[in-house]
Every structure is written in C-alpha cells, then in structure tokens.
Nanobody, 121 residues
Framework: QVQLVESGGGLVQAGGSLKLSCAASGSFFSIGDMAWYRQTPGKQRELVAKFTSSGRTNYLDAVKGRFTISRDNAKNTVYLEMNSLIPEDTAVYLC???????????????WGQGTQVTVSA
C-alpha cells in the first residue's frame, strides 16, 4: 500500500502564495501518476494538476499560469506551488497517486487525507 501525507496548507491573503507537498511512503513497486485534487462542500472533487509518470503535466483551466506542479521521483514526492491565490481557491487539497505493488499487479490508487487551503479576500 501507499500512504500519502500532505503538508503546506494554511491561511493566506488573496494574492499570496503557498506550496503544498505530498510524500508517498509504504511498500510498492512503482508509482505512476501523481496529482492534486481539491474539494469544497457541496461541489464535486476536481482535478487541479497532474504530473504523469511520463513527465507530462496538465492543469485545471482556472489555475493555469498561477499553479505549478512538480515531482521528485527520488523522494516519491509531488509539490504544488500556488501563486496569486484567490478566494475561489479555498478548498481541501488532496493528493492522489496510482501505483503497482509488483510488476504483475493491477494498478491501485491512494489518496491523502487532505490539507486545508484558505484564501481570505
């Protein structure tokens, strides 16, 4: 299994910045895609940014140009640098990873518990 632990959330004023980290640990053969989602009460969870195993990135339109996802494979860690934050970015941010336990195992997914990001006007 893979455990994902997020850190870096908090309260920030509009226009400010935060950097989230998500470290994967546990027993696995390899990690595939890693991503950040966010969720607010009453809304569907939405993909914010993804860093694929092949090195491609994609972003939610609303965060393009403001957020940057990066990944350190040696540390099994994914980051989300968030700049020019706006109140609409307020949400619980959750880390996602897909992985395999062995070369012949099916793909599994894991979610972190989430970290709260609050942007005040």
């Amino acid at each position: 299994q893979v455990q994902l632990v997020e850190s870096g959330g908090g309260l920030v004023q509009a226009g400010g910045s935060l950097k989230l980290s998500c470290a994967a640990s546990g027993s696995f053969f390899s990690i595939g895609d890693m991503a950040w989602y966010r969720q607010t009460p009453g809304k569907q969870r939405e993909l914010v940014a993804k860093f694929t195993s092949s090195g491609r990135t994609n972003y939610l339109d609303a965060v393009k140009g403001r957020f940057t996802i990066s990944r350190d494979n040696a540390k099994n860690t994914v980051y989300l640098e968030m700049n020019s934050l706006i109140p609409e970015d307020t949400a619980v941010y959750l880390c996602y990873a897909d992985f395999i336990m062995s070369p012949i195992s099916p793909e599994s997914i894991s979610w972190g518990q989430g970290t709260q990001v609050t942007v005040s006007a």
